[in-house]
């Protein structure tokens, strides 16, 4: 993962190092076909990108970005608060004239409306509560799903047919088992009770002394009944260690392969949305879809989830702002961000170039990360 993290920011790098010569080959002094409209900028409340309190002010990484390229070229414009499929829509048809929200870069997207440079590395990531004590209720709810499960179920079906038919045997090779000393006054409910409990102990591994009849027939079945029994055994603690090791975990750590049986959060329609539907009925994942990042939050702090998926940027964010969430510093799948223009834009080169040179500069970048994110970095990612 460190090694593909380099690649990808070397690779970012020198993408914005050939942006760069390109357009210092340009004249990027204000341009005069940007001041003849007034433009249409869409925007849609997503920390650290575009913040929208309740009184309509605007802040944020994109909006910083936006009125110093407005100001240099002198660009009238309105923004347009817009939901994330409408903002889709717009660039589609050409009702707007940029997009600064966050819109993850794909070839999907582009097939549909422009994008500018990669300005954002981001991605995909897990954001939790952290807990210091097991949560019973998650975990024995975790426990029933994982017991009646068909493979299980049926494992536990052919477990108790051999256990069953061990039993009748056992208690009609009785008199040929010399591994059990019970007394002779012994009822036969008292014996068959001292049979199963051994037999028992015998099949989940406990008692050594597999080999207790003379009939060599009774031998191996006592041994395919042990290896089954021992198989099953620890294939159910195995996953019943794995939940429970999962609800005490302070800072726990989750990948796709480690998400089974949770309620996980996503925004409705974005790629995380569609990255969980492929793997959903794999994993036996529920999700619980909300209409912004902000809807994500409340759900994991409202016990409605117990993950979210989503932006990396996004979620540091607002786990500076609650202090209770805890997000990975590592990525699912890489994201980069760019600013969306419809096809054909005469305006995007001038604005491209801009991006690229506010983003290369370092104090100033700088300062505006360590604003929205606070302390963290992009370099801690993993």
């Given at each position: 993962m460190k090694l593909l993290i380099k690649l990808f920011l070397s690779f970012l790098f020198i993408l914005l190092i050939f942006y760069s010569d390109v357009c210092l080959s340009k004249d990027l002094s204000p341009d005069k076909n940007l001041t003849k409209k007034v433009y249409k900028v869409a925007i849609r409340n997503s920390p650290p990108f575009i913040i929208i309190d309740k009184y309509n002010n605007l802040d944020g990484l994109s909006i910083d970005l936006w009125e110093a390229i407005a100001r240099k070229h002198k660009i009238s414009f309105e923004y347009k608060i817009t939901g994330f499929k409408e903002t889709l829509r717009s660039l589609k048809d050409g009702s707007i004239d940029v997009a600064i929200s966050p819109l993850t870069i794909t070839k999907e997207r582009e097939e549909r409306f422009d994008f500018s440079m990669q300005y954002f590395p981001s991605g995909l990531t897990f954001a939790s509560l952290p807990g210091n004590s097991v949560n019973i209720g998650h975990a024995w709810k975790n426990i029933k799903k994982i017991v009646s499960s068909p493979n299980v179920k049926t494992g536990f079906i052919i477990f108790l047919v051999l256990f069953t038919l061990f039993i009748i045997f056992s208690f009609v090779n009785f008199r040929n088992y010399y591994g059990l000393e019970i007394d002779k006054k012994t009822t036969s409910l008292?014996?068959?009770?001292?049979?199963?409990?051994?037999?028992?102990?015998?099949?989940?591994?406990?008692?050594?002394?597999?080999?207790?009849?003379?009939?060599?027939?009774?031998?191996?079945?006592?041994?395919?009944?042990?290896?089954?029994?021992i198989t099953i055994s620890a294939g159910v603690f195995g996953l019943v260690t794995a939940t429970l090791t999962q609800s005490v975990d302070s800072k726990p750590h989750y990948d796709l392969n480690s998400i089974r049986f949770k309620r996980i959060a996503v925004m409705e329609g974005s790629t995380a949305n569609m990255l969980l539907n492929k793997i959903k009925d794999k994993q036996n994942i529920e999700i619980v879809k909300k209409v912004d990042p902000k809807g994500t939050i409340d759900a994991l702090l409202n016990n409605e989830a117990d993950l979210i998926l989503g932006d990396w940027a996004q979620l540091s964010y607002w786990a500076n702002q609650k202090k209770s969430i805890y997000v990975q510093n590592s990525f699912i799948r890489f994201e980069p961000y760019g600013w969306g223009f419809p096809d054909k834009s005469k305006s995007k080169e001038v604005i491209n170039c801009e991006l690229i040179a506010m983003v290369r500069n370092k104090e100033w970048w700088s300062k505006k990360i360590k604003k929205y994110l606070g302390h963290v970095s992009l370099s801690s990612l993993k």
């Open positions: 008292g014996k068959i009770i001292s049979l199963f409990i051994i037999s028992l102990f015998m099949t989940l591994g406990i008692d050594k002394n597999i080999f207790r009849f003379r009939s060599v027939f009774m031998q191996l079945f006592s041994l395919i009944l042990v290896v089954f029994g």
